[in-house]
């Protein structure tokens, strides 16, 4: 197979951009992805992806190995359309073929359209530099939470699951809550639910064997008292790996700015 040059793309507001499913794809299948124009080059790919272009529309995909991890695919078309599509890694779904329709401009958003709230969230969940505020672990499975950011009196927290694992992690439900950090004996404890106002990469609920997935939520302001923390419950579907973990109130009062 013809390897094209690997380049990480950095993009997050193309002119024109066309979401999709999530392209799978592993080592031993090859996924085909079919558009409807002539592909441009260069080819904008994540990393360990081998890619080929067959006919001018037809794009073949596959992992050079198994640590292949989450990433976006972006490409350009002669038509003028900017594909951006999540690429993850699967056993059972790669090796299919997807066929894209055309890009349709007048249903497009404007750039001035585009929710903020998935521009800072798609930013934080592609930062390097990690700042881990609680890591928690349950068998083989990890979780680690950070990089909190508040932007436009929302706070906005990077959640990653690392499954060390054979056995797929299937995510159920993310709870958040705000208790007390210490609760007498024989009282009643009282917790504050806090629902998330954004959700990033929730779509993707499952975490692969010795595979890794990141999600940003955003929670609206909230005041917290130094006795209280914030409790974050990511709970497995009919499974029992469940993951709780911890953020008092100093990591929240530390959180970085962002302007919108």
């Known amino acids: 197979m013809k390897i094209l040059k690997i380049i990480l793309s950095v993009s997050l507001l193309p002119i024109v951009s066309f979401a ?3 392209i799978y794809v592993n080592h031993n299948k090859i996924t085909s992805i079919e558009f409807s124009s002539e592909i441009q080059s260069p080819l904008l790919v994540g990393n360990k992806i081998e890619a080929e272009i067959k006919h001018g529309n037809l794009l073949l995909l596959k992992a050079t190995d198994k640590e292949f991890q989450f990433t976006n695919l972006e490409v350009n078309t002669m038509d003028g359309g900017i594909y951006k599509l999540p690429i993850a890694f699967s056993y059972g779904r790669a090796g299919r073929t ?57 706070l906005f927290f990077r959640l990653n699951l690392k499954n ?33 106002v954004y959700s990033y990469g929730i779509e993707n609920k499952t975490v692969f064997g010795q595979q890794s997935q990141r999600y940003v939520f955003g929670l609206k302001k909230f005041a917290m008292a130094k006795d209280k923390a914030l409790f974050v419950e990511v709970y497995e579907r009919n499974g029992g790996r469940q993951l709780y973990l911890k953020v008092k109130q100093a990591d929240i009062e530390d959180a970085k700015p962002l302007n919108l």
């Open 98 to 154: 997807k066929k894209l329709k055309p890009v349709v401009f007048n249903e497009i958003p404007k750039v001035a359209d585009l929710n903020p709230l998935f521009i800072v969230s798609e930013k934080i969940a592609e930062e390097t530099r990690l700042k881990i505020v609680a890591r928690t672990k349950s068998g083989k499975v990890s979780s680690d939470l950070g990089n909190i950011t508040i932007a436009d009196n929302v």
């Open 20 to 22: 999709q499913d999530t």
């Open 164 to 196: 060390g694992s054979n056995i797929n992690y299937d995510v159920d439900f993310i709870r958040f809550y705000v208790r007390d950090l210490k609760t007498a004996k024989r009282t009643v404890t009282q917790e504050q639910e806090i629902s998330p």
